[in-house]
């Protein structure tokens, strides 16, 4: 439990100084570390959540912030996270999706890596219907294997330029935390998870003092485009792991 909590410390550092929670990282730490792939969801769902909140608070209280944004994201997320918290799905396909989820994000960390220095565009306004059709999808991902989400829809932000870099940081630290309690709600509904999830405790701990040093680099120490290059670098040699453990 040393050796995993000080990797849990290593991930929050890294997603809390781009404004994520880590939730995907955790989940593959998590199954190299053989833990019972039953209780990931929740573990990684209330370290996002521990994590997230302490830069969500420091984002709004900044001002950084565009509710208007956010709120048809979390129509569609908010409820297709706890459906899919709610579902049961054997170990072979979690392993595959948290593969898949790891690569996709990793891939596009790294294309956006510069994206969070850039603020000289054109912000365009999104149609309502599709940022909660998009939402849903986020929300339904992410609670069916334990991930806030934040991770997709801040690199799709970016690409559809919705709004200056700082307000899309707050906005998926946002939906992260918002997505995760959904998501927590699902996962109780299944038998065992609330009894075991005190065993994993060390780890929470770790996260949160993690959430803070990571704050604190991106406040004071490094850029957030280098932040970003350094945890999809992160995210890419996980999934690379991951593969050798399902394929080989």
Same mark, same amino acid.
């Given at each position: =439990?040393?050796? $995993?909590? *000080?990797?849990?410390?290593?991930?929050? %550092? &890294?997603?809390?100084?781009?404004?994520?929670?880590?939730?995907?990282?955790?989940?593959? $730490?998590?199954?190299?570390?053989?833990?019972?792939?039953?209780?990931?969801?929740?573990?990684?769902?209330?370290?996002?959540?521990?994590?997230?909140?302490?830069?969500?608070?420091?984002?709004?209280?900044?001002?950084?912030?565009?509710?208007?944004? &956010?709120?048809?994201?979390?129509?569609?997320?908010?409820?297709?996270?706890?459906?899919?918290?709610?579902?049961?799905?054997?170990?072979?396909?979690?392993?595959?999706?948290?593969?898949?989820?790891?690569?996709?994000?990793?891939?596009?960390?790294? *294309?956006?890596?510069?994206?969070?220095?850039?603020?000289?565009?054109?912000?365009?306004?999104?149609?309502?219907?599709?940022?909660?059709?998009? #939402?849903?999808?986020? #929300?339904?991902?992410?609670?069916?294997?334990?991930?806030?989400?934040?991770?997709? $829809?801040?690199?799709?932000?970016?690409?559809?330029?919705?709004?200056?870099?700082?307000?899309?940081?707050?906005?998926?630290?946002?939906? *992260?935390?918002?997505?995760?309690?959904?998501?927590? $709600?699902?996962?109780?509904?299944?038998?065992?998870?609330?009894?075991?999830?005190?065993?994993?405790?060390?780890?929470?701990?770790?996260?949160?003092?993690?959430?803070?040093?990571?704050?604190?680099?991106?406040?004071?120490?490094?850029?957030?485009?280098?932040?970003?290059?350094?945890?999809? =670098?992160?995210?890419?040699?996980?999934?690379?792991? %991951?593969?050798?453990? %399902?394929?080989?």
């Amino acid at each position: =439990m040393i050796i $995993l909590s *000080i990797f849990f410390l290593i991930t929050a %550092i &890294l997603y809390s100084s781009v404004g994520f929670g880590g939730g995907s990282t955790y989940l593959a $730490l998590l199954l190299i570390w053989d833990i019972p792939y039953y209780i990931f969801p929740i573990i990684a769902l209330v370290c996002n959540i521990i994590v997230v909140s302490g830069n969500s608070y420091n984002y709004v209280r900044a001002r950084n912030h565009n509710f208007r944004l &956010l709120f048809p994201f979390l129509l569609g997320s908010i409820p297709l996270a706890f459906i899919g918290g709610s579902l049961e799905i054997n170990k072979e396909i979690f392993e595959i999706l948290l593969f898949l989820v790891l690569s996709i994000a990793g891939i596009l960390l790294l *294309i956006n890596n510069k994206s969070y220095e850039n603020a000289n565009f054109v912000v365009k306004k999104l149609s309502f219907t599709f940022s909660i059709l998009i #939402g849903s999808v986020l #929300g339904l991902v992410s609670g069916t294997i334990g991930i806030g989400g934040g991770i997709f $829809l801040s690199p799709i932000l970016f690409l559809l330029k919705a709004e200056k870099p700082k307000i899309i940081v707050t906005t998926a630290s946002l939906f *992260i935390l918002i997505n995760s309690v959904s998501g927590i $709600l699902g996962q109780l509904t299944k038998e065992n998870v609330l009894s075991e999830i005190f065993l994993y405790s060390p780890l929470f701990l770790t996260v949160f003092f993690g959430g803070l040093f990571g704050n604190y680099l991106n406040l004071k120490i490094f850029s957030n485009s280098i932040l970003a290059l350094i945890t999809s =670098m992160l995210v890419i040699f996980v999934a690379i792991r %991951i593969a050798f453990k %399902i394929f080989f």
